[in-house]
């Protein structure tokens, strides 16, 4: 996508981080190993996807994976290896790493789109998930891998997968794990856009920029209304409405749109 400031890590960083015109992109970066997530990743992304929901010049963020895969899951061989040596680190992992990752997707104060470049599995799969859009290439494909290795779900698998497609189907995939295509994905509603492969990344960065020149104060309070709303009455869903409607309307954006509307012009948001 176009920049007029790029700022990127080095390229054996594993992960990467790319500034452009207000959208943040952060690459998973151990294509070697389809993107599968060793304590380094995991920690590594852990801050940097903190970084970017505090820094008030990202406006938009997108998630994606470097080579062939978006996320493998978890790095087996690295499990396996801890495991054998009687490390505790596997057993706190998802405590220590997954929650916090998949919270800080879930709850990004600013919208973020996972580009699913490629093959993603376990949690590499609740990643995209936790995401607020999913853009697909072609050769994509989603599994729900945990059961194959003993293992429930984790990483807010349980959470996502069953509002995006329905608790019987998230039931079926977590208990049956197999891939699921492009085209049922679409057609389930587990994704949002279905691309040709090697354009999952553009097309991600596209739609983030429009986003980023939005109203990315009323996208927050968009994201907490409807998640609230999940657990919620109506009438403690119209309650947090009014609260996010009078917040709103007191805000320097809201002031421009009405005021860009009457004069006829294009609004210029500043996310205030």
């Not at 981080?17 to 060793?38: C, F, H, M, Q």
């Not at 995006?164 to 057609?187: C, F, N, S, W």
Request: proline fraction near 4%; charge should be negative.
């Amino acid at each position: 996508m176009p920049s007029t400031s790029e700022q990127q890590t080095a390229t054996d960083d594993v992960v990467l981080v790319e500034d452009a015109d207000g959208v943040r992109t952060i690459t998973l970066n151990r294509p070697a190993a389809y993107n599968s997530l060793n304590i380094e990743l995991k920690n590594r992304l852990v801050e940097t996807l903190r970084d970017a929901a505090a820094d008030d010049d990202v406006r938009a963020v997108v998630l994606t994976g470097a080579g062939k895969a978006f996320c493998a899951g978890q790095d087996l061989k690295e499990h396996v290896g801890l495991l054998l040596d009687n490390d505790p680190s596997p057993l706190s992992t998802v405590e220590e790493h997954y929650n916090p990752i998949a919270t800080s997707i879930a709850e990004m104060p600013k919208p973020i789109i996972a580009a699913v470049n490629g093959p993603a599995a376990g949690a590499g799969a609740a990643f995209a998930y936790a995401a607020d859009v999913r853009i697909a290439a072609s050769s994509a494909n989603f599994l729900m891998a945990f059961a194959n290795v003993g293992l429930g779900p984790d990483s807010g698998a349980s959470w996502t997968l069953q509002r995006l497609i329905g608790y019987g189907r998230a039931l079926e995939l977590m208990m049956l794990p197999r891939k699921v295509q492009t085209d049922e994905a679409l057609r389930i509603g587990l994704i949002s856009e279905v691309v040709e492969d090697g354009e999952a990344l553009a097309r991600a960065q596209e739609l983030a920029a429009k986003l980023a020149a939005g109203p990315t104060v009323a996208y927050q309070k968009i994201k907490q209304t409807l998640s609230a709303a999940t657990s919620s009455s109506f009438g403690e869903a119209l309650a947090a409405e009014q609260v996010a409607q009078n917040e709103l309307g007191a805000t320097s954006d809201h002031h421009e749109a009405v005021d860009a509307f009457v004069n006829k012009r294009a609004p210029k948001f500043t996310g205030s």
